[in-house]
């Protein structure tokens, strides 16, 4: 599977885990003798990669990256690496190539108690494949149930706008296989895949309310049903959080009050598309002002060289409109917001009325379907 942006995302993990259990993953890559190898959670978004975490061990071509669930298995064909596991997670296994300025990964594999025999395999076009040559039992479960959600996986499009009602037939399919397995961590982690490639629905809550007690309690099942708690609390129809920028400055209901509608940008100085919209947001600022439409930018930059970075970008493209420094960093914990460009767009009662990830089109046929109301 190519991605070009493999490495922009950064994986972060926080938290105990008890109860650990020990793995071994025997490696065999032939072909990729003269690549570096990197085994770490999926490809994800919505900061689902915060809920991952295991240990490895170090060895002489093994580095691991404690910090960032990531283990980096240096130009060999052949490898064993072990470490400990709390409970079945799916990584993924990939490489850089200079070439594309990006990197190429498998499709997910579970990682769990006890040893995993995996091959790795380079494609023609330079995408990566894997044989399993052991037995799993969470891997076993997974391949049987991807292939019953084929029906539905083949109608949803990853990172794209889809049809809740696709989502929502997929998730009415979970919920039955979970009734059935209670106790499933694959089941879980597919939740977790769905929301990251296709954005929040409701019908995630109601999947993960039938988890077994044993999975409830997990690390990562806490963690995912707060990012779904926040995610539920902001979405179209929740409120709009009050948010902290310093001792002076904050962003709350009041500051919505005086405008029909306000478009909140949320952007960073290391984010293209971002800074590629301002003159289009900017354009949507002249059209729209007049008819009571207020926009807000809230920049993620804390460094001081950065935010003057950032001043710099908004003098140049003549911003006019307020902008915030999100230094305490509480727009993603209170939004659960993942990344940029993301448009938020707000009535002047605090109340959401879209939330957008970099699609403007989308954000103005919103605005106008609005306006066009009152």
């Known amino acids: 599977m190519k991605n070009t942006a493999l490495f922009l995302i950064i994986m972060l993990s926080h938290g105990i885990f008890a109860q650990n259990s020990q793995f071994k993953i025997e490696l065999y890559a032939p072909g990729y003798e003269k690549d570096s190898l990197f085994i770490s959670p999926p490809m994800s978004g919505g900061n689902t990669q915060k809920i991952y975490g295991f240990t490895a061990d170090s060895g002489p071509s093994i580095t691991v990256m404690k910090d960032f669930n990531t283990i980096i298995v240096k130009k060999n064909r052949n490898f064993t690496i072990s470490g400990e596991i709390p409970y079945p997670q799916p990584i993924a296994i990939s490489y850089y190539d200079a070439k594309i300025n990006g990197g190429y990964s498998t499709q997910p594999l579970f990682l769990e108690k006890g040893t995993i025999n995996v091959e790795v395999k380079r494609a023609a076009d330079n995408n990566m494949d894997y044989i399993l040559h052991s037995g799993s039992p969470a891997n076993t479960e997974y391949k049987a149930m991807k292939a019953q959600l084929k029906t539905y996986d083949d109608k949803l499009k990853p990172f794209q706008e889809n049809d809740p009602k696709d989502i929502e037939a997929k ?19 597919e939740i977790v895949s769905d929301f990251s490639q296709y954005s929040f629905n409701t019908s995630y809550l109601k999947s993960l309310a039938l988890f077994s007690p044993e999975v409830q309690k997990t690390f990562s099942y806490k963690e995912f049903k707060k990012m779904m708690n926040t995610e539920n609390s902001t979405n179209v129809g929740g409120k709009f959080p009050e948010i902290i920028f310093n001792e ?6 009041r500051d919505f009050s005086g405008s029909s509608l306000t478009l909140i940008d949320y952007w960073s100085t290391t984010c293209k598309p971002c800074i590629q919209d301002l003159p289009k947001l900017v354009t949507l600022y002249t059209k729209y002002k007049s008819q009571g439409v207020n ?27 307020k902008n915030y420094f999100d230094i305490l960093k509480e727009f993603p914990k209170k939004l659960n917001a993942a990344g940029y460009p993301l448009q938020i767009l707000v009535d002047s009662n605090g109340t959401i009325i879209a939330r957008e990830m970099g699609a403007l089109d989308t954000i103005e046929t919103k605005m106008q379907n609005y306006l066009s109301k009152q």
């Open 248 to 253: 002076k400055e904050k962003l709350s209901a």
């Open 295 to 321: 926009f807000i930018s809230v920049t993620d930059e804390k460094d001081p060289k950065r935010i003057e970075t950032a001043n710099h970008i908004l003098e140049k493209n003549q911003v006019t409109w």
């Open 171 to 189: 998730q009415a399919f979970l919920q039955k296989y979970i009734s059935k397995n209670p106790g499933s961590y694959v089941a879980f982690w």
